[in-house]
């Protein structure tokens, strides 16, 4: 099988046809929003069964890696398409109802990687960041601030105004914009939760006394491969949502 010296051989077929598919998305073969090639021509690439190539397809499609589409083949999946570009947003209402907020960006400046997020981001401290602050607003109230922090050597010349451009224009979220501006696709991300209290700096901007009760949630969001493009930490307000998570 091609490429099987850099495939861990104790896997199973399908497995390891699923890691080659992965790295050729992590390699921009085939970027968000296009075709891969047919079941029959990866079963000859890779010198399988087209059986097993199906059942790697398969794991991608439950993954969000990859989406099939009825009589025209399988694609790379895209967080642009309509009712995916909130896959991540995981707050709900009190009665279980999702809503959308609206984004109002309150800060824009670069600075240093600490200890602690240059671990998160594996980056070296002191290397340089954007810093990104806004204000999510449902139902016309403030109700998340959003401290997030994004490598410069992946996001070369990103600005205040793009980002406000794509999210104002394209009603999109931050994650649609490192997609379709610079191809990095989140794919999955890795959550810390605990309880904090406002402080000078979140309280006015979500409406709360100083000392009231938050929820405090670290994300670190991957691309392909569990390459980390942000950080971000996130003070929400519980008062009318809580934070919703389905497992199984």
Not at 61 to 73: A, I, P, S
Not at 218 to 239: H, L, M
Request: hydrophobic content about 40%.
């Amino acid at each position: 099988m091609k490429k099987a010296s850099v495939t861990p051989n104790f896997l199973p077929l399908y497995e390891q046809i699923k890691l080659l598919i992965t790295r050729g998305l992590a390699d921009g073969e085939w970027h968000p929003g296009e075709a891969i090639p047919s079941e029959m021509e990866l079963a000859r690439r890779y010198q399988v069964s087209q059986g097993t190539v199906r059942k790697a397809i398969d794991e991608l499609v439950m993954d969000n890696m990859l989406v099939r589409r009825q009589g025209k083949g399988t694609f790379v999946a895209t967080l642009t398409d309509e009712g995916t570009n909130y896959r991540f947003l995981n707050l709900l209402t009190l009665d279980g109802e999702k809503e959308y907020p609206q984004s109002e960006f309150i800060g824009f400046q670069r600075g240093k990687a600490d200890t602690h997020v240059a671990k998160r981001l594996g980056v070296l401290p002191g290397s340089t960041l954007v810093i990104l602050r806004r204000v999510l607003n449902f139902s016309g109230k403030p109700v998340v601030y959003d401290d997030i922090r994004l490598p410069v050597a992946l996001l070369k010349g990103i600005t205040s105004a793009m980002i406000e451009d794509h999210v104002n224009a394209h009603k999109g979220t931050l994650y649609s914009l490192y997609e379709t501006r610079y191809r990095i696709r989140i794919v999955s991300a890795q959550e810390r939760i605990r309880a904090t209290a406002a402080d000078e700096i979140s309280a006015p901007l979500l409406n709360v006394a100083l000392g009231s009760p938050l929820l405090c949630v670290e994300r670190v969001a991957f691309t392909y491969d569990k390459q980390p493009v942000e950080w971000r930490q996130s003070y929400i307000n519980t008062e009318n949502y809580c934070y919703f998570d389905e497992l199984n």
